[in-house]
């Protein structure tokens, strides 16, 4: 049956913006609605049928009917990051002019700069911070900086200044700052073994050792042990050491950390300990010092040229005369050292002596040294020096044919030879530091023996 046809409907069509705008109102009404229903139904499809199975009487509710949009208006859900182009990339780093400096005999930073065509109100500027200053004052052929510049505008300059420090200096907007920085080093232990065949020295090229490292060896025994005298045939030592590396390359040996000599059937050993203040000295197994209060021989001599004898014959005088003392022969200049800490009571000149020192020690223990060439400048009547202290150099004034230093060692004014006499000890460890050392040297020890053992093994097996 037809209905009548209502006075209020005609045959109406709205206009095309009126329609884009209705239309445009009911895709973002469907948008917004769609959105947190489909957010809905993708947190419901999350969870599993098995988990929560829906009873076939339970209503299952449905979202409203949605508008139609028509499907050339319709907005896509993803997003193309592609589509969106590669995001903008970041300004390169600016690259500099590199270039190496290397100071060479009656070079000045100013002569370098200006050889480089480098800016020599940069070097004024930067000659004016404390620590470019004390760098430049001390300049020698070989050192090495390091420089990025612009054009010759500097930007960075580097030098290192030891193995452990450089100096790094940087230009900014507000001049140049200098700073001190530190260099990373790898500290390694090794451990060498060798046995005397004809020399110390030869020796110790055969067992891969340095001379640094094998002198050490001799100045930590050089107490016990005459290195020119009384080495024998067949004598051996063990050494644990410190190599310094950086970089991953081998840059040089450092500390001895323990060390055994076995010299004609004595055996000396020495453990290396550092107390409070930073302060390395060897010590025995059992704490002693392995120092003596005083060195056997103060100077670094090539042979003994006239020994300890009451019954000699004076080469010049040619007459029967004592000698009291040991005459080691070095060449002229040769630094002589105090041999142990003492007082200078007497420095000028004495008769067939000619130049002489004479030092005044602990327990009335007095030490001469005489025919020097020069006296040190801090040797001074009535100063004190150390063990080791340069006090003057070898010479020939006075009664001597040839250069060479003239020692003596009195005990209560009473001459005693200075290579047998028995010499007293310097002091051991402190109480407060005994406990952490013995704590610190059975390791040492320990492996010190377990490559002893090692080394006898292979020795053994390669004598069968």
Do not use: C
């Not at 370098?112 to 200053?133: Q, S, V, W």
């Not at 920085?181 to 020796?203: N, T």
């Amino acid at each position: 049956m037809n209905r009548p046809a209502s006075p209020l409907l005609h045959d109406y069509k709205p206009s095309a913006a009126k329609k884009t705008a209705k239309s445009r109102a009911i895709y973002w009404f469907a948008v917004g609605l769609g959105i947190p229903l489909l957010a809905v139904a993708l947190l419901r499809g999350l969870v599993s049928d098995e988990s929560h199975p829906i009873a076939p009487s339970e209503p299952i509710a449905t979202a409203p009917d949605a508008v139609p949009l028509p499907v050339d208006e319709a907005m896509p859900v993803s997003i193309d990051l592609a589509s969106l182009g590669p995001l903008p990339a970041l300004p390169p780093e600016p690259e500099y002019e590199r270039l190496t400096l290397t100071v060479r005999r009656g070079d000045t930073m100013e002569k370098l700069f200006r050889k480089h065509d480098l800016d020599i109100g940069h070097l004024l500027a930067i000659a004016r911070l404390d620590e470019a200053k004390a760098r430049f004052r001390r300049l020698k052929p070989g050192d090495v900086f390091e420089v990025e510049h612009d054009d010759g505008k500097i930007v960075s300059l580097y030098s290192e200044l030891d193995l452990t420090s450089a100096l790094q200096i940087r230009g900014g907007d507000d001049g140049f700052a200098a700073e001190i920085v530190d260099r990373a080093v790898e500290i390694r232990k090794r451990l060498a073994y060798g046995v005397i065949e004809s020399s110390l020295f030869e020796s110790a090229a055969q067992a891969g050792l340095t001379d640094k490292t094998v002198m050490n060896v001799a100045g930590i025994f050089a107490w016990d042990i005459d290195f020119i005298l009384d080495i024998r045939h067949g004598d051996n030592y063990y050494v644990l050491f410190e190599e310094i590396w950086q970089d991953g390359e081998y840059v040089t040996d450092g500390e001895i950390i323990a060390a055994e000599f076995n010299n004609n059937g004595r055996q000396f050993q020495a453990i290396r300990f550092k107390d409070g203040d930073k302060r390395s000295d060897y010590f025995t197994p059992t704490g002693d010092s392995v120092r003596k209060a005083f060195i056997r021989a103060p100077v670094d001599f090539t042979r003994i040229s006239s020994n300890f004898n009451p019954n000699r014959r004076h080469p010049i005088l040619n007459t029967i005369r004592a000698h009291r003392g040991v005459d080691y022969a070095a060449p002229r200049g040769t630094p002589i050292k105090a041999a142990g800490d003492g007082k200078v009571i007497f420095r000028g000149t004495k008769s067939g002596y000619g130049k002489v020192v004479i030092l005044q020690h602990g327990g009335n223990i007095t030490t001469l040294y005489a025919h020097m060439s020069n006296f040190a400048a801090k040797a001074r009547l009535g100063s004190r020096v150390r063990q080791g202290q340069t006090i003057g150099y070898v010479g020939m004034t006075g009664l001597a044919t040839a250069n060479h230093l003239h020692y003596e060692y009195r005990l209560n004014g009473v001459h005693r030879n200075p290579r047998t006499v028995s010499l007293p000890h310097a002091e051991p460890i402190a109480t407060e530091y005994r406990e952490k050392f013995l704590a610190q040297a059975g390791p040492i020890l320990e492996e010190l023996e377990n490559y002893k053992r090692t080394r006898l093994a292979a020795i053994a097996f390669n004598t069968q």
